[in-house]
């Protein structure tokens, strides 16, 4: 956003003394959605100024426009149309191509706010968060282990070990047993390898403490937090819900120390198996005691984890030194200790086979994640049944089935990576395939090979769900023909232009199919992971081995699964680092991927502290203080004008109001997922009560879609007998059947995208700004603090919109 970012400051119009000449202005705050705008497109000119912000995000005015609550009777007929643009957030610099590699973090992340709506039910709401929080932890174990897996085990342990391996790649000579040096025995291998996941921990620390200190850490309004009412109403109401500093601060040293719990694991389990095969009674004693000191810690990282969730009703700004530094360091220090303890001379300790205690791990670890997963889904199911919400995604087991969908995506990546490595270290075909001394590399534990080895079914499962849907649309844009010519009265009829509408509305109704595909997709997910696993337990080698023997079909074919599960993990993972590393280069595709990371980083990380930051513990406080301080000083009207994501963000922002502030904003959402998507994934911060909340509390509010639209679409609130309706009938688009003389070229397919060039955007502009009270005499002293939010009692009456 290079144009964002250039803009000049304006000599401080937010805080200009309106005109004691008349009311002043109206203002229009524009939020745009996915993907980010500039403040030029926004604006409609060329020429901008950056009003209020940083770099970062900021609010953005035309230049003609700085100063205009000096001179309201320029704008007694239109708005003053302000642009918050916040793109940078989600797609600044290029190191936030790394957050691809948070993926599996940010999708546990969004299933504890997938939670069903649980009126009366706080022991079940708190176990659903203590559950998804354990998934999130066991996704952190799974990483760091990934990469104690291809230092310690693959690279010093397996090829360290092997003359044959290590003579190949001159960087690992000096570990080789062939020169008989001191990093030659295999305690000293493994401990220097320990530096990977080691340093991979403190990425993950540094990389959270510094989007903690940025996004984590924005004040929100006093008044909102002295509030008692804000505690009884929807959740996005409440004063804590957009600080989440304590419990991020609290769940980051909890999941450092686990990180460096599981170093310390991998190092210790393999040098004390060891020492009790060879007698050493000292260094058998001091195995077992750290062994028994890193259960210690495991059992207090999870007791911190379990122990407390958010603080959503009141501000909460305390931290705990104990949880946030000492955990860390005490694991840190075990660490240490567990590296001189490998690294202690055993000159008779010879590598072979793979390291111990990684197979067993590892299984542990997908047999708890899969127990997690059920337990969840039963908890999830049991909170729905008692108080069911209509529309709700899956019956309430949206947030069991992204879980599930998390822990394969960690799976895939730790497997993924396993397999490339191995496949490089080892230079022949598929570790594990063959047998006897060609193999220098036996390759990663056997059950991330099973793992790898259902991907294929996996695959085979998604293009039959494809197949299935692409069928299923054709056949409805088949049925939407005859509804599109009937939406245009009077054209004559173009087969190939009605059939390329009804396509975009068939199309755009797969969102509404999503619920079924992830059913679909989890359940296979959770089907085959348990396979996997069983195999793995039951046979303990890999799956070409397990079917030797077998019916000559059979053999084949899991001989070929191994093969391309094989083949497609470690494609798969090049395909990962070759996106992240465009990303880092090329803005563009970074700002890909910042579109993923506009709807998967909305929710605060509230199960895991290594997830990508929530962008909206920034932006709600921005449009918050922006709306309240505005209407503060100057008593004018104002509408939040939000397309998409932005809809999302300003419904937040309105909710974090004073009750008198929001009585005076009118609200213009379009292209707006709050119902279709996040009503239904998110049906306690987003269901029918909440929305309706919304619509009572603000003065007014309309809401327009469009049939082609796959992302926005009603809000479905039904108002009081009457009142005006939120939702707009659906806009035609395109605008314009075929060639007319005012429109003599074919008009786009718009979708979900400028909604602006529709003329009833204007027109239901003007409607809400004409239906909001008449604008309060401004004050003229300092007045209150901006976070008051008071206007005149007697100018804070609503409309019956």
Same mark, same amino acid.
């Given at each position: 956003?290079?144009?964002?970012?250039?803009?000049?400051?304006?000599?401080?119009?937010?805080?200009?003394?309106?005109? =004691?000449?008349?009311?002043?202005?109206?203002?229009?705050?524009?939020?745009?959605?996915?993907?980010?705008?500039?403040?030029?497109?926004?604006?409609?000119?060329?020429?901008?100024?950056?009003?209020?912000?940083?770099?970062?995000?900021?609010?953005?005015?035309?230049?003609?426009?700085?100063?205009?609550?000096?001179?309201?009777?320029?704008?007694?007929?239109?708005?003053?149309?302000?642009?918050?643009?916040?793109?940078?957030?989600?797609?600044?610099?290029?190191?936030?191509?790394?957050?691809?590699?948070?993926?599996?973090?940010?999708?546990?992340?969004?299933?504890?706010?997938?939670?069903?709506?649980?009126?009366?039910?706080?022991?079940?709401?708190?176990?659903?968060?203590?559950?998804?929080?354990?998934?999130?932890?066991?996704?952190?174990?799974?990483?760091?282990?990934?990469?104690?897996?291809?230092?310690?085990?693959?690279?010093?342990?397996?090829?360290?070990?092997?003359?044959?391996?290590?003579?190949?790649?001159?960087?690992?000579?000096?570990?080789?047993?062939?020169?008989?040096?001191?990093?030659?025995?295999?305690?000293?291998?493994?401990?220097?390898?320990?530096?990977?996941?080691?340093?991979?921990?403190?990425?993950?620390?540094?990389?959270?403490?510094?989007?903690?200190?940025?996004?984590?850490?924005?004040? =929100?309004?006093?008044?909102?937090?002295?509030?008692?009412?804000?505690?009884?109403?929807?959740?996005?109401?409440? @004063?804590?819900?957009?600080?989440?500093?304590?419990?991020?601060?609290?769940?980051?040293?909890?999941?450092?120390?686990?990180?460096?719990?599981?170093?310390?694991?991998?190092?210790?389990?393999?040098?004390?198996?060891?020492?009790?095969?060879?007698?050493?009674?000292?260094?058998?004693?001091?195995?077992?005691?750290?062994?028994?000191?890193?259960?210690?810690?495991?059992?207090?990282?999870?007791?911190?984890?379990?122990?407390?969730?958010?603080?959503?009703?009141?501000?909460?700004?305390?931290?705990?030194?104990?949880?946030?530094?000492?955990?860390?360091?005490?694991?840190?220090?075990?660490?240490?200790?567990?590296?001189?303890?490998?690294?202690?001379?055993?000159?008779?300790?010879?590598?072979?086979?793979?390291?111990?205690?990684?197979?067993?791990?590892?299984?542990?670890?997908?047999?708890?994640?899969?127990?997690?997963?059920?337990?969840?889904?039963?908890?999830?199911?049991?909170?729905?049944?008692?108080?069911?919400?209509?529309?709700?995604?899956?019956?309430?087991?949206?947030?069991?089935?992204?879980?599930?969908?998390?822990?394969?995506?960690?799976?895939?990546?730790?497997?993924?990576?396993?397999?490339?490595?191995?496949?490089?270290?080892?230079?022949?075909?598929?570790?594990?395939?063959?047998?006897?001394?060609?193999?220098?590399?036996?390759?990663?534990?056997?059950?991330?090979?099973?793992?790898?080895?259902?991907? @294929?079914?996996?695959?085979?499962?998604?293009?039959?769900?494809?197949?299935?849907?692409?069928?299923?649309?054709?056949?409805?844009?088949?049925?939407?023909?005859?509804?599109?010519?009937?939406? #245009?009265?009077?054209?004559?009829?173009?087969?190939?232009?009605?059939?390329?509408?009804?396509?975009?509305?068939?199309?755009?109704?797969?969102?509404?199919?999503?619920?079924?595909?992830?059913?679909?997709?989890?359940?296979?997910?959770?089907?085959?992971? /348990?396979?996997?696993?069983?195999?793995?337990?039951?046979?303990?080698?890999?799956?070409?081995?397990?079917?030797? /023997?077998?019916?000559?079909?059979?053999?084949?074919?899991?001989?070929?699964?191994?093969?391309?599960?094989?083949?497609?993990?470690?494609?798969?993972?090049?395909?990962?680092?070759?996106?992240? !590393?465009?990303?880092?280069?090329?803005?563009?595709?970074?700002?890909?991927?910042?579109?993923?990371?506009?709807?998967?980083?909305?929710?605060? !990380?509230?199960?895991?502290?290594?997830?990508?930051?929530?962008?909206?513990?920034?932006?709600?406080?921005?449009?918050?203080?922006?709306?309240?301080?505005?209407?503060?000083?100057?008593?004018?009207?104002?509408?939040?004008?939000?397309?998409?994501?932005?809809?999302?963000?300003?419904?937040?922002?309105?909710?974090?109001?004073?009750?008198?502030? !929001?009585?005076?904003?009118?609200?213009?959402? #379009?292209?707006?997922?709050?119902?279709?998507?996040?009503?239904?994934?998110? @049906?306690?911060?987003?269901?029918?009560?909440?929305?309706?909340?919304?619509?009572?509390?603000?003065?007014?509010?309309?809401?327009?879609?469009?049939?082609?639209?796959?992302?926005?679409?009603?809000?479905?609130?039904?108002?009081?007998?009457?009142?005006?309706?939120?939702?707009?009938?659906?806009?035609?688009?395109?605008?314009?059947?075929? !060639?007319?003389?005012?429109?003599?070229? @074919?008009?786009?397919?718009?979708?979900?995208?400028?909604?602006?060039?529709?003329?009833?955007?204007?027109?239901?502009?003007?409607?809400?700004?004409?239906?909001?009270?008449?604008?309060?005499?401004?004050?003229?002293?300092?007045?209150?603090?901006?976070?008051?939010?008071?206007?005149?009692?007697?100018?804070?009456?609503?409309?019956?919109?």
């Amino acid at each position: 956003m290079p144009a964002a970012s250039s803009a000049p400051d304006a000599p401080a119009p937010p805080h200009a003394t309106p005109s =004691p000449d008349g009311p002043a202005p109206a203002l229009e705050l524009l939020v745009h959605g996915v993907g980010g705008a500039t403040p030029e497109e926004m604006l409609g000119d060329p020429r901008t100024v950056r009003v209020t912000g940083d770099h970062t995000a900021a609010i953005f005015r035309r230049t003609e426009d700085v100063g205009a609550e000096e001179r309201p009777a320029d704008y007694r007929e239109k708005p003053v149309p302000e642009a918050y643009v916040w793109s940078n957030l989600t797609s600044g610099n290029g190191i936030r191509a790394l957050w691809l590699l948070l993926l599996p973090f940010m999708v546990v992340n969004l299933a504890h706010w997938m939670r069903p709506n649980t009126h009366g039910h706080p022991r079940l709401t708190r176990l659903y968060g203590v559950l998804v929080r354990l998934l999130a932890v066991s996704l952190t174990f799974l990483l760091v282990a990934a990469a104690c897996e291809v230092a310690l085990d693959l690279t010093a342990w397996q090829c360290g070990g092997s003359d044959a391996c290590s003579g190949k790649k001159s960087w690992l000579g000096f570990l080789s047993t062939a020169h008989g040096g001191w990093w030659s025995q295999p305690g000293r291998r493994i401990a220097l390898a320990a530096v990977v996941p080691t340093a991979l921990t403190g990425l993950l620390w540094y990389l959270s403490h510094r989007t903690w200190s940025a996004y984590e850490s924005q004040q =929100p309004l006093p008044s909102l937090a002295e509030d008692p009412d804000t505690a009884s109403g929807p959740a996005l109401g409440r @004063p804590g819900f957009w600080y989440g500093r304590r419990l991020v601060a609290r769940l980051r040293a909890a999941h450092t120390a686990a990180g460096f719990l599981t170093v310390s694991a991998a190092l210790t389990v393999a040098t004390a198996r060891y020492d009790r095969s060879a007698a050493n009674s000292l260094l058998d004693t001091l195995g077992w005691t750290l062994q028994g000191a890193i259960a210690l810690g495991g059992a207090i990282v999870i007791w911190v984890i379990c122990r407390r969730g958010r603080s959503e009703t009141r501000f909460d700004d305390a931290l705990g030194k104990a949880e946030t530094t000492l955990l860390p360091a005490l694991a840190l220090t075990g660490l240490a200790l567990a590296v001189l303890y490998a690294g202690w001379s055993r000159p008779e300790w010879r590598s072979s086979g793979q390291l111990a205690g990684g197979a067993r791990g590892f299984g542990l670890l997908a047999l708890a994640q899969l127990i997690l997963v059920l337990t969840l889904a039963a908890v999830a199911l049991r909170l729905h049944h008692r108080a069911p919400v209509a529309r709700t995604a899956m019956k309430g087991l949206a947030g069991p089935a992204v879980a599930m969908l998390a822990c394969a995506l960690g799976g895939v990546m730790s497997g993924g990576i396993a397999q490339r490595v191995a496949d490089w270290l080892d230079g022949s075909a598929t570790p594990g395939m063959t047998a006897g001394p060609a193999e220098t590399v036996l390759g990663p534990p056997v059950v991330l090979t099973w793992q790898a080895s259902v991907i @294929p079914a996996l695959l085979l499962v998604l293009v039959l769900l494809g197949l299935f849907y692409g069928v299923r649309t054709w056949r409805l844009r088949n049925a939407l023909t005859s509804r599109v010519e009937d939406d #245009y009265p009077g054209e004559r009829p173009d087969p190939v232009r009605t059939g390329r509408i009804a396509l975009a509305r068939a199309a755009a109704a797969l969102t509404d199919s999503a619920p079924r595909m992830i059913v679909v997709l989890s359940g296979a997910t959770l089907v085959l992971g /348990g396979i996997a696993l069983l195999g793995a337990f039951l046979y303990d080698v890999v799956p070409g081995r397990a079917a030797k /023997g077998m019916p000559t079909p059979i053999e084949a074919l899991t001989h070929a699964s191994q093969a391309l599960g094989s083949w497609l993990i470690g494609f798969g993972f090049l395909l990962f680092v070759t996106w992240g !590393r465009r990303a880092y280069r090329d803005p563009k595709a970074r700002r890909t991927i910042g579109i993923l990371w506009d709807v998967g980083t909305f929710w605060p !990380r509230a199960a895991h502290p290594f997830a990508p930051p929530c962008y909206a513990e920034r932006a709600v406080p921005d449009l918050t203080w922006r709306m309240a301080t505005w209407t503060e000083r100057t008593g004018g009207r104002l509408v939040i004008s939000g397309h998409s994501q932005g809809s999302v963000l300003a419904a937040a922002a309105v909710w974090q109001l004073p009750p008198r502030t !929001r009585h005076r904003v009118a609200m213009l959402t #379009y292209g707006a997922p709050l119902e279709r998507l996040y009503g239904r994934w998110f @049906p306690a911060y987003f269901g029918p009560y909440c929305l309706r909340h919304l619509h009572d509390e603000v003065d007014c509010w309309r809401n327009l879609w469009r049939h082609t639209d796959p992302i926005g679409g009603p809000v479905r609130v039904v108002p009081d007998e009457g009142c005006h309706p939120v939702d707009h009938p659906a806009l035609r688009d395109p605008l314009v059947y075929g !060639r007319t003389r005012e429109q003599p070229l @074919p008009a786009p397919i718009l979708g979900h995208s400028e909604y602006q060039a529709d003329p009833e955007f204007a027109i239901e502009r003007d409607n809400l700004l004409a239906r909001l009270p008449s604008p309060a005499v401004p004050r003229q002293n300092s007045g209150p603090h901006p976070g008051d939010g008071g206007v005149d009692q007697g100018s804070s009456g609503r409309s019956s919109g």
